[in-house]
């Protein structure tokens, strides 16, 4: 029987970087990605290593437009890619690219952007369920309803594993709008869960107390929703914070919305953060989640290149992906 399989939409082009020879010890991300081929790297391929990763592109713009922001996300994976490219590779795991997910132009009528996180949700689903670690480079935050589709219809959430969210953002995201957008994902979340007989454990790091209303913050009071305010994210603050909420997982999908950090690093995104959490503080999160073993799933969103400064922004994502992986 021909088994139908959840393919994006453009297929991976060839990864870009400096040359300095062909061994191991020269590697780079640019030589050490390949193409996503369904049969790739069944777990195990890598002797000893760790499950491989594939990098697929949510490229879309449609979410922050609905949200009334500066567009120009749906160019990101490709500059994410762009500054992986050139990093030398200590990873030990295999990492493939699958390609992108394109969300066209249109109306809200038209949903293209529901029908585009759909299909991504079926190709981060599929892909879990072949026993990888999946990374999604979006877009705008609208990502994160594709990532959770994705997350949610894998057998591992679906045969009852407890799934925590973690969210770093200055924003809780949790708007309640006619349309779905940049700023409605976790409400949305909660409500499809709440339709599944269970209850959102979301959580967030960095928000920003004058960039969400009261309504906001009473939503997310109503949802029971976990989170630590920008000004209170000392490192060892927000490492028992992180610490408790992986307590109370099972499996974890983390997103990182650029704009957690100040404005100064990165200040490709649509909004950026007049404060902002300081950038060792983010990159230790990462790497207390990467050592959790309970990384699932991960995404970065909000990357603007049409607003970036020396790929500064871009290189801060690829950082973060190079240590979550690692
Ligand atoms: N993903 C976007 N979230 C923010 C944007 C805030 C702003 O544009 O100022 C939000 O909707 O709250
Ligand atoms: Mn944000
Ligand atoms: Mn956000």
Redesign the pocket.
């Given at each position: 029987m021909e088994i139908s399989r959840a393919v994006a939409d453009v297929r991976p082009t060839p990864w870009t970087g400096r040359f300095d020879g062909d061994g191991d010890e020269h590697r780079r991300w640019w030589q050490a990605v390949a193409p996503h081929t369904p049969d790739a790297a069944a777990p195990g391929a890598r002797d000893a290593g760790s499950r491989a990763a594939v990098v697929v592109g949510f490229r879309s713009d449609e979410g922050v437009r609905r949200n009334k922001g500066r567009i120009g996300a749906a160019a990101a994976p490709e500059a994410i890619r762009q500054a992986l490219g050139p990093l030398a590779f200590h990873l030990d795991r295999d990492v493939f690219d699958a390609g992108d997910v394109v969300v066209e132009d249109g109306s809200v009528e038209a949903g293209s952007l529901e029908a585009g996180q759909a299909r991504a949700g079926r190709v981060i689903s599929e892909l879990l369920d072949g026993g990888k670690l999946t990374v999604l480079l979006g877009g705008g935050?609208e990502t994160a309803f594709a990532s959770y589709l994705g997350v949610a219809g894998s057998e591992t959430v679906r045969g009852g594993k407890r799934l925590g969210v973690l969210n770093l953002?200055?924003?809780f995201?949790l708007r309640d709008e006619p349309v779905p957008s940049s700023g409605t994902p976790f409400l949305q979340m909660a409500r499809a869960e709440a339709a599944e007989g269970r209850e959102l454990n979301y959580a967030v790091v960095g928000i920003s107390e004058p960039n969400n209303t009261r309504t906001l913050f009473n939503t997310a009071d109503r949802l029971g929703v976990k989170y630590l305010l920008d000004e209170e994210c000392s490192a060892e603050a927000v490492q028992e914070f992180v610490a408790r909420f992986l307590d109370s997982v099972d499996v974890l999908y983390l997103t990182i919305?650029l704009?957690?950090l100040p404005a100064s690093v990165a200040p490709g995104v649509s909004?950026p953060a007049a404060y902002g959490v300081p950038l060792p503080v983010i990159s230790a999160v990462c790497k207390q989640v990467a050592t959790s073993g309970k990384l699932m799933h991960l995404d970065v969103a909000?990357l603007n290149p049409e607003f970036d400064i020396d790929s500064r922004t871009a290189k801060v994502a690829a950082r973060l992906v190079n240590t979550l992986l690692g």
């Open positions: 935050h953002d200055a924003h995201d919305d704009d957690v909004a909000e």
